[in-house]
């Protein structure tokens, strides 16, 4: 499985990105994307997630309300629309899917990187 991450870029505060995270390969494998970000000096985080089938979502508590995970079943393709955009979600950020077999998030893409200026 190969995950190929675009759509990053500088934004104002308050501004609005759309991430893509297009997924290739054996895509049966996966049952389930998410998108992860990583500030400087900072741990990798869990942002948000989507079932392909389905499309049950979850969101960390610091993007509810402002970014909305969706997928393109037929594109194989996940999106992160990210509104209302603060300086601390500067990071970049990761797209994953989930091994449906091991339940981990086994493969990843390249990163984007976002930065929101004050």
């Known amino acids: 499985v190969q995950l190929q991450a675009s759509g990053g870029g500088l934004v104002q505060a308050g501004g609005s990105l759309r991430l893509s995270c297009a997924v290739s390969?054996?895509?049966?494998?996966?049952?389930?994307m998410g998108w992860f970000r990583q500030a400087p000096g900072k741990e990798r985080e869990f942002v948000a997630r989507?079932?392909?089938?389905?499309?049950?979502?979850v969101y960390a508590d610091s993007v509810k309300g402002r970014f909305t995970i969706s997928r393109d079943n037929a594109k194989n393709t996940a999106y992160l629309q990210m509104n209302n955009l603060k300086p601390e979600d500067t990071a970049v950020y990761y797209c994953?899917?989930?091994?449906?077999?091991?339940?981990?998030?086994?493969?990843w893409g390249q990163g984007t990187q976002v930065t929101v200026s004050s």
């Open positions: 994953a899917a989930r091994n449906k077999y091991t339940q981990t998030y086994d493969y």
């Open positions: 989507i079932t392909w089938s389905g499309g049950s979502t």
């Open positions: 390969g054996r895509t049966l494998s996966s049952d389930r």
